[in-house]
């Protein structure tokens, strides 16, 4: 069974930025779709970005466009979120999540989640 672990969290002034990484075990991650969320408490959760099992597909939410960058390393097993520019506004809870897909990605269905890690943007 798949497991996923999220970490890279932390506290950073707007603008900065952080890498979050999402570590696969139990399987090979390169049978799956990877997808980020975020939640804030009180709020609904949030697809934040998503890569395909293969050929490089990725998605972002509008919100983060131009900001976020998704990338895979399958021999490492762990899927990245680059994350620049932070505003107050990407503060939340980020999430990964796995979906055995061959082709493109989305947010739902996912068959996996990983605990949470906990980013703060702020001054």
């Known amino acids: 069974q798949l497991q996923l672990v999220a970490s890279g969290g932390g506290l950073v002034q707007p603008g900065g930025s952080l890498r979050l990484s999402c570590a696969a075990s139990g399987s090979a991650l390169d049978y799956y779709a990877i997808a980020w969320f975020r939640q804030v408490p009180g709020k609904e959760r949030e697809g934040v970005s998503c890569i395909s099992r293969r050929n490089g597909i990725t998605k972002y939410a509008d919100s983060v466009k131009g900001r976020f960058t998704i990338s895979r390393d399958n021999a490492k097993n762990t899927v990245y979120l680059q994350m620049n520019s932070l505003k107050p506004e990407d503060t939340a809870v980020y999430y990964c999540?796995?979906?055995?897909?061959?082709?493109?990605?989305?947010?739902?269905?996912?068959?996996?989640w990983g605990k949470g890690t906990l980013v703060t943007v702020s001054s």
């Open positions: 999540a796995a979906e055995r897909r061959d082709v493109s990605c989305n947010y739902s269905g996912m068959d996996y």
